[in-house]
């Protein structure tokens, strides 16, 4: 074992694993978790794979099983404000020491894997993977939330057997490595469905339900949906799981639920943005299922520990005037979802967008889908080695798709956010989007600008 590391040498040899990229396969994982002795099969899982909302749903499940009394780990990805957001027993995350010390166990054993030339060397997601868990098995779970980083069946979380596998949605994305086609990325998020064990769903798309009722016959095991909320209640509901929105606001939204067999009524979410209604069903659903399999859940309790999630940079208010408001949609579909929550929930008069988006993104799907809502753009770059260059995503902007707005590249992200609120009125609004590492940079010079501690968000005057 390694002695004597700090948490910023911990920190910096888990970062320096970036420079072995992405590589698809769980031979490395298998042959770390071996001689970690197998902590993946300590504790009990939900699986939860999809293009957006997989974070979402991982925490209001994991904070309505917390409030019924459960001890829950939650394992996602990227970290919004601080590398140990990524895993967390009961709301708070892996102590810095904690982190030191399975970093020192690890090292060693991924020096050994590396030497192997059948292996190759792991990857950075492969062995903080291994780390959280590790980390769930040594401190004892009751259940970890498991978010997938990248597809499913390939993903070096699928080596867990989950009571349940969840697969919010799928649109296109990582097409290079998951394929072209809404069947093909299907294909590798259904990698996480297990033999014997539940799917739960709220993909619309039918070429993706397709692909996913195909895999549920081969491993014999059920296949639920989760349905688009209605705006209304109707006389006889069409298909359950579903909830009905009751209101919205810039604080939340309310709703109830009407789901396999409980109807729950008045419930509020804190997150908003109607996408998230069915992120917070599809929770809900997942909880059913989880009491079908034997748990005890205090509906009162959970009902309050769904009320109580909190999901930093997913259309998250930090300020009321201007309106500063924070959102870490970074594809196409998220972008869109976004574009269409912010005249539902925010009023102002003009809008200044601070957007700052990664080179291996569809780039101008999500440029055509936001720039409309726009008075005022600044293009910038988050500090992630996968960024486009602001200037070049300005000058994208101008000759391909014709942007007369007012616009300007300001390439640091503190100088794009300092710039923003110089130009805007009490009655505007500043959105800052386009990648979670957009948002996680320029939501932690907010809070040091403001002197805030970094887990602080609404309404900062």
Not at 255 to 272: A, H
Not at 320 to 327: G, H, W, Y
Not at 401 to 428: C, F, N, Q
């Amino acid at each position: 074992m390694e002695m004597n590391l700090t948490y910023q040498e911990a920190l910096a040899w888990i970062h320096s694993l970036g420079r072995f990229g992405i590589k698809p396969g769980l031979e490395r994982m298998t042959a770390l978790l071996e001689m970690l002795d197998h902590p993946q099969h300590k504790v009990p899982f939900v699986h939860i794979a999809g293009t957006n909302g997989k974070g979402s749903t991982a925490a209001m499940l994991a904070s309505m099983l917390r409030s019924s009394g459960y001890r829950i780990g939650l394992y996602t990805s990227p970290y919004l404000l601080s590398f140990t957001n990524r895993m967390a027993v009961n709301g708070s995350d892996i102590q810095e020491e904690e982190l030191v010390e399975l970093v020192a166990t690890v090292k060693p054993l991924v020096e050994k894997i590396k030497s192997d030339p059948a292996l190759g060397h792991p990857t950075e997601f492969e062995v903080v993977t291994g780390l959280a868990l590790t980390y769930f098995a040594s401190v004892g779970v009751d259940l970890v939330v498991l978010e997938v980083g990248l597809g499913g069946r390939l993903d070096a979380t699928n080596v867990v057997d989950p009571l349940l596998s969840i697969i919010t949605n799928i649109s296109l994305e990582h097409t290079a490595v998951l394929g072209d086609t809404i069947e093909k990325i299907a294909f590798e998020k259904a990698g996480i469905i297990k033999q014997g064990k539940p799917l739960l769903t709220a993909a619309e798309d039918q070429q993706a339900l397709n692909v996913f009722a195909q895999r549920c016959a081969e491993l014999n095991c059920e296949m639920y949906r989760v349905y688009p909320p209605l705006e209304k209640i109707e006389a006889i509901l069409p298909h359950r799981p579903l909830a009905v929105l009751k209101e919205i606001s810039t604080g939340g939204q309310y709703f109830d639920y009407f789901g396999f067999k409980q109807q729950l009524q008045d419930l509020f979410i804190g997150l908003r943005g109607r996408y998230q209604i069915i992120n917070a069903t599809t929770a809900l659903a997942a909880l059913e299922l989880l009491i079908a399999q034997g748990f005890t859940i205090d509906l009162k309790e959970a009902k309050k520990g769904l009320a109580k999630t909190v999901w930093p940079g997913r259309l998250e208010l930090l300020q009321s005037e201007p309106l500063v408001i924070m959102d870490g949609a970074h594809n196409p579909a998220a972008i869109e979802k976004l574009s269409e929550a912010i005249p539902d929930y925010f009023h102002f008069t003009r809008l200044i967008l601070v957007i700052g988006i990664l080179a291996d993104k569809d780039v101008e799907a999500m440029l055509v889908k936001i720039l409309p809502l726009a008075d005022l753009i600044i293009f910038t770059k988050p500090t992630i080695s996968r960024a486009a260059e602001p200037g070049n995503v300005a000058d994208f902007a101008r000759t391909r798709l014709g942007l007369r707005k007012e616009h300007l590249v300001v390439r640091d992200y503190r100088a794009a956010l300092d710039r923003a609120l110089d130009l805007a009125g009490p009655e505007d609004a500043v959105l800052v989007t386009g990648s979670l590492y957009t948002v996680s940079d320029i939501r932690a010079y907010y809070c040091e600008r403001y002197q805030l501690p970094s887990g602080s968000s609404d309404y900062q005057q």
